[in-house]
Structures are given as structure tokens and as C-alpha cells.
């Protein structure tokens, strides 16, 4: 058993070993309370576990269906003509700042959305801000779809739809991280970015069918399958089970316990869901001890500032490693090749971001956090440089197609890049954030985490155009230099917790353990000089 071990013997329990040597009688079959047997050992994959993050996942989907039907719209004939600006040859376009506006206002809306997310979900339960979260991004695709010729009313339907996306990704891994078993906690956090890929891939799939309309149903109907994603995951939620650890906050111990025993396909009464539920009952005792949590406690709380900050860097530098500039900016890379087909590219990006993310899957299941993170970051941040140097130097910016050599070189490491993204820091991020806080803070520090997320999604969003018009492939210098930040972060401030529970992730923070040596931390063993009541007093102190 981990660290917390010692709090789970001293649970009474019934029927204790009887005058005549006899074995008692405790609700714990005797087969299951071998020494070495630990939850996550004892743990199975079970139906109700998968279909749980999938269901949940779904709210990916729609982030990832939103964020990449965008891109297709403005080179749609009808929608130029009815939101975009005549030029002198009579052709509609968009201005950088309009397009920029109508782009950006999603995420400045999933901002607001991932900020308010947190208290929707202590108040209201994980499972019932899902579902009305879901249901509320069909009012903003009903501002979307009934736009005439006004842009300014389209851009705020996705300000509108941008509140539900935003509280999704907020609500859906906290979901799945306080629910799923130890064992594929990380693979089904991590679905949720899959989820996004596939939403990607399935927009441009969708684009491209509708294309070649010429009414406005060649983007009213991208835009109202939004409704579709919204009903199934808005009442596919109701179906799941309530996160056992919010239920125990709510004093549904029995609820929470049935809960982890039929996630981890085991007995109400088998030894694992027992420590699991003491465990949960230790860290709630010494949040009560400590009063009321304040909103300033993410800062002032035992080990907080550190997390909080960290789970801030994290989701900044998902945004940051610069997968989405290849979006952005793909198409014109593309066209150095003599591929002009805007939804070919698109759907040449996706594919592969689809493709790798389902690697992904396995590299999250089967290799360290840290490991993975931080070979992800080299991996991009020399794609970057390679990028820069041939994109500035080497291609023939008047007449791409008379550098073809260094057109390809920009098509390759342009998908190694999303590859390296799709594998590592896309699915990653999100399971690392979700296991980073403790319960008492998780539902704020969340939101302010994926928060920043949205800021820069925004930031990068918005300013592209700009800055690419200005200083043309050097703008891949940037990323790079932000990704080889990101290998030093991971290394010296990441600790590892694959396979650990969120009990015992929590501990190791505040015990200070290494996080370059965490991946060998013993949690059966209390380090020298501390002991339980120690970190109960730090709790209560603080």
C-alpha cells in the first residue's frame, strides 16, 4: 500500500479476529488483503470505464468540430460575400483584423467559459455542468446560422458557442481524472485530445463536401451538425455515474464507493476500493481541518503556488510548442508545392494529427509523463528550426514551385511536427493538469490553468497573420525557442505520476519529492523525519 497506507489500518472495522485465532470478518475478502496487492494492480479495464471517457470525450470533439470548420468558411464564395469586404476587382476577402476577430472570438469565449467552470462544477456536480454546458453552445450556433450579411453577429455566436467549448475543457478531464481507474486514468484523459483530432479531421471532412455549394448551406450545414454533438454528449452525460470523489465531498460515501467498484470492475467491499475511499476520507479530514478553501488558497495552500503556477506553464506551452501555427499557416506552405486546394491541405494536416494522436494513445498508456513531454519539445522545437531556416533561406518566395526541394523539406517537417504534438503534448497536457491539484482546488485550478490555454489560443489566433506578413518563417524561431523552454520546465518541475493515485500524486507534491528522481519514489515507505500527522499540521497551518 502507498504512503497513506498506515490511515487505512486504523480504519475500524467490524467483527475484528476473534479469542480463538479466528480470521475476522471485515468486509475485506482475506485473498485481497495480501501485503503487496495495491489498487492499481487490482485494478481492471472495464466496459463502464471506457465508455465513460468516451462519452466524455465527445466534449473534445466539439472543440476540435468548432475550432476547424473556421478555417473552410472564409473560402467558401457565399460566406465572403455576405460577412466579408469587396476589393477593387469586385472580390470578396477579409481584412487581417476582421478575420483575426471572427477567429479569435471563440477562444476569448472559451476563455470566460473555462473561468466559470470550476465553480459550475462544485455547485452543480461534474456529470450536470457537462450536460447544460453541452446543451448551451446550441444557443450560440442559432446566432451562427441565422447571420444574414452582419459578421459582427456571427463572430459573437461563437463568443457564445466559445463559453460551452471552454467549460467542456475544464469540466471533461476533471470529469474523467476523479473517475477513471489508476490503470488507463492517463489513456482516458488523454482521449479527450483525440476527441479534439477526430472533431478537426471531421470539420474539414464536412468543409469539403459542402464546398463547392453556392448558397449559404455550403456553412449553415457544418454549422448546424453542431447541434448533433451537443445533444448526444448533453444527454449521453446523464446516463454516466456522478465522480465518486465529488459524490464523497457531498457525503454520498456509499454512491462514491458502488461508483469506483463498478469503474475498476471489482466488489463494493474489495480491498482496493476500500483504501481507495480512505484515502479519498484522509485528504477530505484534512481539508475540513483547514476551513473553508478561499479563492487566493490556489497561491497560499500547501505546495499550491507551485502547482498552480506550473499547471498554468503547462497548458500555456500546449499552445505555445506551435502545432496550431502549422494550422494557420499550413495552406501557404502547402502551396509551395503546387497544392493550392485549401481543403486538401486541411485534410492532409488532419489525417495525420488523427493518425498520431491514436499513437499517442499508447505512448500515454505505456511511457513516463516526463519522458514523453520532454522528447516531444526536442522533437518540435528541431522541426521548428529546420522550418525557419529552409521556409527563409531556401524557398523561393516569388515562385515556390521553382524551389520544389525546399517546399517538400516544409511539407514533412511541418506534419513531423504535428506528429511530435499528437504523440506528446496534445493528449498529455491535459492528463498531467488533471492529476497536478489536490480535490480541494482542482475545480479553480483547472479553470485557471486551461484559461491560460484559451489566452494563448487566442493570442496565436488573432496575431498569425500579422506577425507571419512581417517576418514571414522566422516566426518558427519562436516556437522553437519556447519548446527547448519547455524541456527545462518538464525536467527540473514535472513530477512523474503515471499509475499513481490522485491521493498519493498529491502527497508526493507535498512532500517536495525530486521530481527529477519521482519516477523511483516509493510511496510504501514515510520518508525519514515525516510522518502523516506532519502533513496534516502543514495542511491545518497553512
Known sequence: MHFLKHHTDQVETPNAANSNGASPTTGVTQEQSTPDATPVKQQKVTFLSIFLGVVASIGG????????????????????????????????????ARQGAIVGLLPV?????????????DVLGRRLAISLSALWSCVGIVIEISSQTAWAQFAVGRLVTGCSIGALSVLVPMYQSESS????????????????????WTSYMVDWGTADMTTSASWRIPNGLGFLWSIILGLGILVLPESPRHAYRKGREEEARNTIARLAGVD????????????????????KNSGKASW?????????????????????????????????????VFKSTGLSDSYVTQIILGTVNVAT??????????VGRRKALIAGAAWMMVCFFIYAFVGHYALDSANPLNTPQAGSALIVF???????????????????????????????????????????????????????????????????????????????????TKDRSLEEIDTMYLLHVNPIKSSQWDGSKVPEGVTAESLHEEHVDV
Not at 109 to 121: K, S, T
Not at 455 to 484: E, K, L
Request: contains cysteine; glycine residues 8%.
Open 181 to 200: 481507474p489508476a490503470i488507463i486514468r492517463g489513456i482516458l484523459v488523454s482521449t479527450y485530445q483525440l476527441f479534439i483530432t477526430l472533431g478537426i
Open 61 to 96: 470533439f466539439m472543440f476540435g468540430y468548432v475550432s476547424g470548420q473556421i478555417s473552410g468558411f472564409f473560402s467558401m464564395p457565399d460566406f465572403a460575400q455576405r460577412f466579408g469586404q469587396s476589393n477593387a476587382n469586385g472580390d470578396y476577402e477579409f481584412s487581417a
Open 296 to 332: 487566493f488558497e490556489i497561491f497560499t495552500g500547501p505546495r499550491m503556488l507551485y502547482r498552480t503556477l506550473l499547471g498554468i506553464v503547462l497548458q500555456a506551452g500546449q499552445q505555445l510548442t506551435g502545432a496550431n501555427f502549422f494550422f494557420y499557416y499550413g495552406t501557404t
Open 414 to 496: 511541418s506534419c513531423l511536427a504535428i506528429a511530435a504534438f499528437a504523440t506528446t503534448w496534445g493528449p498529455l497536457v491535459w492528463a498531467v493538469v488533471a492529476e497536478l491539484y489536490p480535490s480541494r482546488y482542482r475545480a479553480p485550478c483547472m479553470a485557471l490553468a486551461t484559461a491560460s490555454n484559451w489566452f494563448w489560443n487566442f493570442m496565436i489566433s488573432f496575431f498569425t497573420r500579422f506577425i507571419t506578413d512581417a517576418i514571414d518563417y522566422f516566426y518558427g524561431f519562436v516556437f522553437a525557442g519556447c519548446c527547448a523552454a519547455l524541456i527545462l520546465i518538464v525536467y527540473f518541475f514535472v513530477i512523474e
Open 357 to 366: 494522436t491514436i499513437a499517442g494513445l499508447w505512448v500515454v498508456q505505456n
Open 109 to 121: 469565449g472559451c476563455l470566460l467559459g473555462a473561468l466559470i467552470a470550476g465553480q459550475l462544477a
Open 268 to 287: 463494493p467491499q474489495h480491498r482496493s476500493v476500500h483504501d481507495q475511499i480512505t484515502e479519498i476520507r484522509v485528504k477530505l479530514d484534512e481539508e
